[in-house]
């Protein structure tokens, strides 16, 4: 308990003195992960749109595959990041291996399938008449997935949610690829493993509460987004 | 009028997206140094102190991946790694003698301490020697958390093991966290168990452990670190060029004065003891 008082007393001194360490992590952090949810989103989002829309035979095998990748384990995601990015793997040459972009990419493999499972679940949700509608009434097919997707914008928010949820939360994979390096790849999560190891553990909790604390901020703003946009 | 609003969302993506391509980056390949290293130098905090010096110094930017030794000496193998600082003898000779590594320089020591619950139930206290100490946990069936994951550490235990005779793996009283030191600490306060650890990790945690040194001052608990530069024969990738000024600037004076100075004004006394030049015969190898 008393541990638990002190890391909060640590949080707040450390934002309250805006730390540049802390600082610095935090809009990594926030760097890393925003980064990838936007790749996630127009990956997913394009290919859940079609995945949705589209007739194809192994279309429900390819859905199944989505929807297993939505629970794909980030250190399973970093390990073969980390076999394909090494100096001499097939993807050696680019030399990304322990950079924030190899955290981008990590992250955004992570967080595709979650957008894109939520993605078709939201449009093929919406009342199955509606895409004959709309083009009985002479949309054109751009003009059709446009209303298709403002349709579905409130669940489609919540994949963006979903998708930056994951992958701000999750180390395993940030480790292995960004090899947390101080005032390089260090983010939230990797502190807060490392700092737990050294003992630290008022740090490791003050971290963690900045940790929540982002989250919440960027989810309370989402869903604002999403409450005031409901239709009536 | 809905489109409007995500034209927000829109221009925030494209400015993250820039402020990404833009943030700086030290990707200039040549000045690129990976450090594969055991996680006693990271958590202990004496990387913190040497990596700012030498990058300072020598122009080098340094990723330190701190694993445990067994995991950096296979990362040296790949070519996926320029220079190693560890501290598993055995498993350092050998990599040498495969042809990995080019120089392997002592740089500094300490030493490991058993260390266990204050009501010490397998009375270890009183072990002649370390080898003793493990029997006697053996024979008492007392807990033992393993670090079980080819670290220095992990080595050093499977050494005194085999020195007393015992063959661990498979006994209820063994338990392998394969976690960190720090990790593996905390696991052996909560479980009330033993464990063989650093002693600079123990001082650092033990504030909150309530863990107590049971053993130590053995010979054969001496813990020695190396320095280690990765063959590029093999890997051409590797920075041979950073590798070798990182390996002179541990073994640098200057560097071993602030060796052997770190910790002392924390803990009271130093975490480390620096041995550059010395015989690794003259610590009682």
């Known amino acids: ?232 | 009028m809905k489109r409007c609003k995500f034209v927000p969302l829109f221009l925030t993506a494209l400015a993250m997206l820039i402020w990404l391509a833009v943030s700086p980056s030290a990707d200039a390949a040549q000045k690129n140094l990976i450090l594969a290293t055991t996680t006693s130098t990271q958590d202990s905090g004496l990387l913190d102190v040497l990596i700012p010096l030498f990058e300072k110094e020598s122009g080098y930017f340094v990723k330190t991946i701190a694993v445990g030794s067994g995991q950096a000496m296979a990362m040296g193998k790949k070519g996926e790694a320029d220079v190693l600082l560890v501290h598993s003898p055995d498993d350092e000779k050998k990599f040498m003698a495969e042809g990995y590594g080019m120089g392997r320089r002592l740089i500094m020591h300490n030493d490991f301490i058993i260390v266990g619950p204050a009501g010490d139930p397998a009375r270890i206290r009183g072990a002649k020697n370390s080898a003793d100490a493990f029997g006697r946990i053996a024979r008492s069936g007392a807990l033992f958390l393993s670090r079980g994951d080819n670290s220095g550490t992990h080595a050093k235990e499977k050494k005194l093991w085999k020195a007393a005779g015992i063959v661990p793996d498979g006994q209820k009283w063994y338990q392998q966290t394969g976690l960190g030191m720090g990790e593996t600490l905390n696991v052996a306060a909560e479980k009330k168990g033993y464990t063989l650890t650093d002693r600079g990790t123990y001082l650092a945690l033990k504030k909150n452990l309530g863990l107590e040194i049971l053993a130590q001052g053995d010979p054969l608990l001496l813990n020695i670190y190396h320095i280690i530069e990765v063959n590029p024969a093999k890997w051409p990738k590797v920075n041979a060029a950073g590798a070798r000024a990182f390996a002179d600037f541990m073994v640098s004076k200057k560097t071993q004065e602030v060796i052997g100075g770190f910790g002392a004004d924390k803990y009271g006394s130093p975490l480390f003891f620096p041995d550059a030049g010395k015989k690794p015969d003259s610590l009682g190898l």
């Open chain 1, 1 to 232: 308990m008393e541990l638990i008082l002190e890391g909060l007393t640590k949080a707040v001194s450390l934002i309250y003195h805006l730390d540049p360490e802390v600082l610095g992590i935090t809009l990594l952090s926030l760097k890393v992960s925003g980064t990838a949810t936007i790749i996630s989103l127009f990956l997913g989002m394009s290919g859940g749109v079609f995945l949705a829309l589209a007739d194809f035979p192994g279309k429900r095998l390819l859905i199944s595959i989505v929807n297993t990748g939505m629970g794909l384990p980030p250190v399973v995601v970093g390990l073969f990041v980390t076999v394909f990015l090494w100096r001499n793997g097939p993807f050696g040459f680019l030399e990304i291996m322990y950079t924030p972009a190899a955290m981008i990419i990590a992250q955004a493999i992570i967080a595709t399938p979650i957008v894109t499972g939520i993605t078709v679940a939201s449009i093929q949700n919406l009342p199955p008449g509606l895409r004959l509608q709309v083009l009985a009434l002479g949309a054109t097919r751009g003009q059709m997935l446009r209303i298709l997707i403002r349709e579905a914008r409130l669940p489609l928010l919540a994949a963006v949610m979903a998708g930056f949820g994951g992958v701000i939360s999750e180390v395993g994979a940030s480790i292995m690829v960004g090899g947390n390096i101080k005032g390089y790849t260090r983010v939230l999560t990797t502190a807060t493993v490392m700092e737990t190891g050294r003992g630290n553990f008022d740090v490791a909790i003050a971290l963690s509460i900045i940790l929540l604390a982002l989250c919440f901020g960027i989810n309370y703003f989402l869903t604002r987004i999403q409450q005031r946009q409901r239709p009536r």
